[in-house]
Structure formats: C-alpha cells, structure tokens
C-alpha cells in the first residue's frame, strides 16, 4: 500500500511539473509556413479516399496545433496550393506534403534515363524543413 501511495504522489508531482512546463513555453517570432498534405501512412493503407483526406486533415490540424504553441506566425496551407514563391514571405517552411512538381518525373526506358522531378527552381534559397 506504501508503494501505491508513493506512485501516486509521484504521478501527480510529475503531472504537475508538466503542466507548469508547458506553461511556460515562450513563443519564437519566426514566421512559419507549414504545407501539408501527406497522410501517416502511405494511400495503400486506407480503405478509400475519404479515409485517406481525413488522416491528411487530421494530421494538417496536429501540425498546426503544435506550431501554434511555440512560433507566433503560422499559415497553414496544402501542397496543391504551395508554390515556391510562397516561402519568400515567411522564415521557414516546413515542408510535410509532396507540392506540385515545375519540372516532372522522367523516364526513357530506351536508354535507361530516369530524371527525378524538380520542385523549386535553381534561385530558390528558402530555409526548407522537410518530413519524410
């Protein structure tokens, strides 16, 4: 029973301590731009395409109640709807889905060419952090 009750102070001191932690928590002044779009898993792995834009959805929502706690400036967006212009006006990029390639994926199977695609331009010199 000693044990217990020692258990149990310990939870609620750590509890606690959590809690004025979090609290604490001084927010940065960089602008964040985070671009979602990607799912947990990948599409094979859900049972339709519903399925799949709600684990994206949810996933998009997580990343910006996260961001929200520690940077002041968070825009949220779609891969679909980035383009590489759009960092221009934030500190970061926080990179999380696949955006729209300017530059597509190549293959020539006759000579065994396989080109990756490009997603930005050989100007672009935003700092980009990306999730895989």
């Not at 009750?5 to 002044?29: D, R």
């Not at 520690?70 to 926080?94: E, K, L, R």
Request: net charge neutral.
């Amino acid at each position: 029973m000693k044990k217990v009750m020692i258990l149990f102070v310990l939870a609620i001191f750590c509890a606690s301590l959590a809690t004025h932690v979090s609290a604490q928590v001084k927010k940065s002044k960089l602008r964040v731009l985070y671009v979602g779009g990607s799912a947990d898993w990948s599409k094979e792995h859900f049972n339709d395409d519903v399925a799949f834009q709600n684990n994206v959805k949810e996933r998009m929502a997580s990343f910006e109640k996260m961001l929200k706690t520690y940077f002041t400036s968070v825009t949220i967006v779609n891969a679909d709807d980035y383009s590489q212009q759009m960092s221009n006006d934030y500190d970061v990029t926080v990179m999380d889905g696949t955006p729209k390639s300017i530059i597509p994926y190549f293959v020539y199977m006759a000579k065994h060419m396989y080109l990756n695609a490009v997603y930005f331009n050989s100007y672009f010199d935003q700092p980009v952090l990306t999730f895989g």
